[in-house]
């Protein structure tokens, strides 16, 4: 019998199928069971979400938008994605929502693209003050698109600077003010921004992709009515399939819909969308309202801990999910900060603080989140004691037989915390 008559691989595991991408599959099921993942912008998705995005709804091409097709055949993944769109509505309080941008970086363009012109003057949060490379960044695309100009934190207490943000809005008069972070361990202040916006006639958008989760459960203040745009990720806090969405008001819905498809975008990503609406619907239940709630709890814990242990932390702590170390007054790098704590059974990763004195690829900084360690199931107790590995690994005299004991102890705390029961394969259960 030839291949082309054999239908049967159409069905079958992947395991029986490829073993070597199975194997990946459940190496990296593995890694992230077994060290305690406190990358800030990463979280564990529920297994629900992991079977909507593992369903034959990405065989479905649709391109436009719900009862509006370029395709046949859209009578179901309509429903999928006007049940995303409803979801989002409900939690958020938006106007409009377009929920097809396969990611954060595409929700930004697509803002951009629905309220700039090639050319107009942007503010955001500089890069190295904790903005996304999507703000402005020179090699990337709104960099090489748009004239941004970017505004600061504090030295004194890195708080952002808004008698800064004030006076940049006022001499370049931008089309556009962004707020919004990737290392920004404070609350931001949207209705100052709305204010400052106002006075110049400029449109605010917030790129709140860190910190949508909060946003959805109220542990953080909400952008939403106060921005023209809001962009977001969902797998961040959100907790949901990596993805992203826009939020806008009325009056810019179209612009927004016609800048995804076709401005940016193809065919939407239908299996990504289920997943995004059960997410959205996992963050309507009380039960997600307390978890973001216990991260930020976390957080606090984590840093109380790392502070009363001498480690020092950019404006001195943190009001959401994420901290950021400040190694500038040690001998040790951000990158080496990195490296003791991937011995110590600890993912991080480096990252800049204001004012860095070192380069981007070595940086005096680590970043550190609480997000998906909270979804595991862990508390304060934990927190603390994670707090003591961290400030014991981040010691000058702490050798390798030293990394290695923590190593165990980082070990022992997951075990008590089973990630995914039956997903030791790395693929969906059921
Ligand atoms: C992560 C992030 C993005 C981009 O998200 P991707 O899905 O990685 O493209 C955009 N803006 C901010 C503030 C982010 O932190």
């Known amino acids: 019998m030839s291949f082309a008559d054999d239908q049967s691989y159409l069905s079958k595991d992947i395991a029986d199928v490829d073993p070597d991408v199975a194997a990946l599959l459940a190496a990296e099921a593995r890694r992230q069971g077994e060290t305690l993942e406190m990358i800030a912008s990463e979280n564990f998705t529920s297994n629900a979400v992991l079977q909507a995005v593992g369903s ?53 363009e697509a803002a951009y693209m629905a309220v700039l012109k090639p050319g107009d003057r942007v503010l955001a949060m500089a890069l190295a003050h904790g903005g996304h490379l999507t703000h402005g960044l020179k090699v990337n695309f709104s960099g090489r698109l748009y004239e941004f100009h970017q505004y600061h934190v504090r030295r004194e207490d890195c708080r952002i600077d808004m008698d800064e943000v004030r006076e940049l809005a006022r001499q370049t008069r931008p089309a556009l003010i962004v707020a919004g972070a990737s290392a920004y361990p404070r609350v931001i202040d949207f209705p100052a921004f709305r204010a400052i916006a106002d006075e110049v006639g400029a449109r605010l958008m917030v790129d709140m992709a860190h910190i949508a989760g909060l946003v959805a459960a109220g542990a953080h203040p909400s952008p939403v009515g106060i921005a023209d745009i809001t962009t977001t990720t969902i797998h961040k806090t959100l907790g949901g399939p990596r993805g992203g969405m826009v939020m806008c008001t009325e009056e810019l819905a179209s612009a927004v819909d016609r800048a995804v498809f076709p401005g940016l975008q193809g065919g939407p990503l239908m299996h990504v969308i289920a997943g995004k609406a059960v997410a959205l619907g996992h963050a309507l239940t009380p039960e997600y309202r307390q978890r973001q709630h216990q991260v930020v709890a976390n957080c606090a814990a984590l840093a109380e801990a790392l502070t009363d242990a001498g480690v020092s932390l950019v404006s001195g702590g943190t009001d959401n999910h994420l901290l950021l170390i400040d190694l500038s007054a040690t001998e040790l790098t951000g990158a080496d900060g990195e490296t003791r704590l991937d011995d110590a059974g600890i993912t991080v990763n480096k990252n800049g603080i204001p004012f860095d004195e070192r380069p981007p690829t070595v940086t005096s900084g680590l970043r550190v989140g609480t997000a998906a360690l909270t979804t595991r199931g862990l508390r304060e107790d934990e927190m603390r004691e994670i707090g003591a590995i961290i400030a014991a690994a981040l010691a000058p005299q702490a050798s390798a037989d030293d990394l290695a004991a923590l190593r165990v102890r980082s070990r022992a705390i997951g075990d008590r915390f089973p990630l995914y029961a039956g997903v030791e394969s790395g693929t969906p259960v059921g």
């Open 56 to 108: 034959v709804l990405t065989n479905k091409y649709a391109e436009g938008l719900p009862g509006r097709r370029y395709y046949g055949g859209c009578e179901v993944v309509d429903q999928v994605e006007q049940l995303a769109i409803d979801r989002a509505t409900e939690l958020f309080g938006c106007a409009h929502v377009n929920v097809q941008p396969h990611s954060g970086a595409t929700a930004n």
